[in-house]
Structures are given as structure tokens and as C-alpha cells.
């Protein structure tokens, strides 16, 4: 193959003029990726200078099974985007762990996106068209694809801008201590659904669907407004993160109390814990996340559990109410000291 510039992709046509009632998967596969598909992995990798053994890790880093050697997977679009990835190897990401631990990042992030995107197109299909079949979530996902695009990106523009800001802010901390890129003082919060197993047997689909998107809603409103971000939701249960103690403590609070008044949502426990931890590819981890999720397990319904750490913090803080309890015996910390948080008006 030639070393030259492949064409770009072609145009992708009016979703006005096509006549969807002969649009069969591959068809629509290849409408959606922005080409068809040409080339196989060997040809790909000829044309970009990929390392073949790489190539395939970070194809499967993606989330996608190796294809077979004669099978044509690839499209001019990926032809393109693996001449990026030899560029940025040479500039940027040098050595491989660091460039597959990206991938794999990415590819858990939007593959979960895709997955809600689709779901979510199928609805709206099924209340437009009064059917939830595939390819009409499928077909909606093609015709809306290239707002879909802008504003994936635009949201990611306004995500990075927001992170650039807090790591030069908080680069530096208060004693003048130099912090790693990814090492960072944090205050880490888990809020969990009280019985939710019990709960899913007493409801329908559809009120666990509802349950679960009015639960995401709170949470993703009350903790952007307090200054926070959610680092992942799972299952039952949110894990969020502040660079103050006290934005984390309100946040916390501000949980407890929406939830009391939403009749669909079974009340909250909740747990943070304050220090350094690995922010890493989206997530967090370290003893802070340890600490934080045994003061959740341990916490009573409608209640709010903090460590030591908090305690130091909030413990001069008017707008809180700190009550030392009974030293934890949990799964991994036989003495866990830690402190009920109320607001300051419920003393």
C-alpha cells in the first residue's frame, strides 16, 4: 500500500434521502463509522508504521476483539486516526503503558456513552414511532450523529478546561509543597441507596428505570452545584469528589436532604474521608477511598459518616455539627475513628 495520504472519508449522506426500510446492519454499521470498511489489520498497520504486537493491544485496550487476518475490519477512518497515534507516540506518549492505559480509559468512558446513547435514542424512537426495535434507535443514532459529535465535543472542551484549571490551581499546596500530576488531597464521598436489592424486587422495570434516572439526576445536580464531581457511578451507589473538605461536607448534607423529599429514592448512607489520593485515567484510588467507602458500609440510614481527617477540618466550621461515635471495627480497620456530620441547625 501506498505511504501516501488516504482520501478522506466520504460524505455522509442526507439522512432525509435515504430510504431506511432497505438499510440492513452493515450498511448502517458503515453509515455510522463515516466510511466503509476496506481494509484489514495487516493493511493498517502496512500504511501507518503501527507496530503489529502494539496494534493489537491497543485495539483490544479499545474494547474490541481481534479481528480475523483476512477479515476487512478497518475504514479510512481508522487509517486516519492510526496515523494520529503514531504521531502522538512519537511527540507525546513515548512509552506504551501510558498510551494503552489511555485507551483503555477512553474506551470505558465512551463505550458506556454509546451504550446510554442508544438506549436512550430508543425511547425517544418508541415515543415517536411507537416501536423500540434496534435499528430504530440505530436509525435516530445516524440522523442525529453529527450534533451528537459537536456536542460530545464541546462538553469535553468544557471538562478539560475545568480540570486544566484545578490542576494549575491546586499545583502548588499551602505549605509550598510541590504536588504530583497525579497525586492530589482530595475529599472522597460515597453515597449509597439504602436496601436497594430490596427494593428492585418490589418494583417494575419501569420503576427501576425511574428510580435510577432520578437518583442520577440528583446526585449530578447537587454535587455539580456544590463544587464537586462525580468520579463514577455504580450500581446504587455514587462516588464523588471535592478539593475542600467543607464543599464535600455540604454536598453531602445537601444529598441526605434532597433525597428525603423524593418519594421514588430510598434514603442515603454516606462516608468521606479527606487526604492524598491517585487520581488516575478518571478514577480514584488509595486508603482515602478505602477509609471513605467502609464509613459508608457502616453508616446508619439518612446519616453521614466522616474520618479524622474531615473532623480536623470541619470541626471550627459553624455552618457543621460534628458528633464523635463509637470507634468502627470494619473489614480492614479494627479501630476507625469517625464522626456523625449534621448542618449546624439540627443541633
Known amino acids: 500500500m501506498s505511504d501516501e495520504p488516504a482520501p478522506g472519508p466520504r460524505p455522509l449522506p442526507d439522512p432525509a434521502q435515504i430510504d431506511w426500510s432497505e438499510i440492513e446492519g452493515p450498511v448502517l454499521d458503515e453509515f455510522i463509522l463515516g466510511a466503509p470498511r476496506e481494509f484489514t489489520r495487516d493493511e493498517l498497520v502496512e500504511a501507518t508504521g503501527l507496530d503489529p504486537e502494539e496494534s493489537g493491544r491497543l485495539w483490544r485496550a479499545l474494547g474490541f476483539p481481534d479481528p480475523a487476518p483476512d477479515e476487512r475490519v478497518f475504514t479510512r477512518v481508522d487509517l486516519e486516526a492510526a496515523r494520529k497515534v503514531v504521531d502522538l507516540t512519537r511527540e507525546w506518549l513515548p512509552e506504551h503503558g501510558p498510551r494503552e492505559a489511555v485507551a483503555r480509559a477512553i474506551a470505558q468512558s465512551l463505550s458506556r456513552l454509546a451504550e446510554w446513547q442508544v438506549g436512550m435514542l430508543a425511547q425517544v424512537a418508541a415515543a415517536h414511532v411507537g416501536e423500540l426495535t434496534p435499528l430504530a434507535a440505530a436509525r435516530l443514532a445516524a440522523e442525529v450523529l453529527p450534533e451528537l459529535e459537536s456536542l460530545q465535543s464541546y462538553v469535553w472542551r468544557r471538562h478539560l ?12 499546596r499551602s505549605d509550598g509543597e510541590l504536588i504530583s500530576a497525579d497525586t492530589w488531597p482530595l475529599s472522597v464521598g460515597f453515597a449509597d441507596m439504602v436496601g436497594f436489592t430490596r427494593t428492585t424486587r418490589r418494583r417494575s422495570m419501569a420503576e427501576l428505570g425511574e428510580m435510577i434516572e432520578r437518583f442520577s439526576d440528583v446526585t449530578n445536580e447537587v454535587i455539580a452545584n456544590g463544587r464537586g464531581r462525580i468520579i463514577k457511578t455504580v450500581g446504587d451507589e455514587v462516588l464523588f469528589a471535592t478539593e475542600h473538605p467543607a464543599d464535600a461536607a455540604a454536598i453531602a448534607l445537601g444529598l441526605r436532604d434532597r433525597v428525603r423529599i423524593e418519594p421514588s429514592l430510598p434514603p442515603l448512607r454516606i462516608g468521606i474521608a479527606h487526604g492524598m489520593v491517585l487520581a488516575r485515567y478518571g478514577d480514584v484510588y488509595g486508603e482515602v477511598v ?18 479524622r481527617e474531615m473532623h480536623e477540618s470541619l470541626r471550627d466550621d459553624p455552618r457543621f455539627d460534628l458528633r464523635r461515635i463509637a470507634t468502627l471495627h470494619t473489614r480492614g480497620y479494627t479501630h476507625l475513628r469517625a464522626w456523625a456530620l449534621r448542618g449546624a441547625r439540627e443541633r
Open 161 to 172: 478546561a475545568a480540570t486544566a484549571v484545578r490542576w494549575t490551581a491546586g499545583a502548588q
Open 290 to 307: 478505602n477509609v471513605a467507602s467502609r464509613l459508608t458500609s457502616e453508616a446508619r440510614p439518612d446519616t453521614v459518616l466522616v474520618d
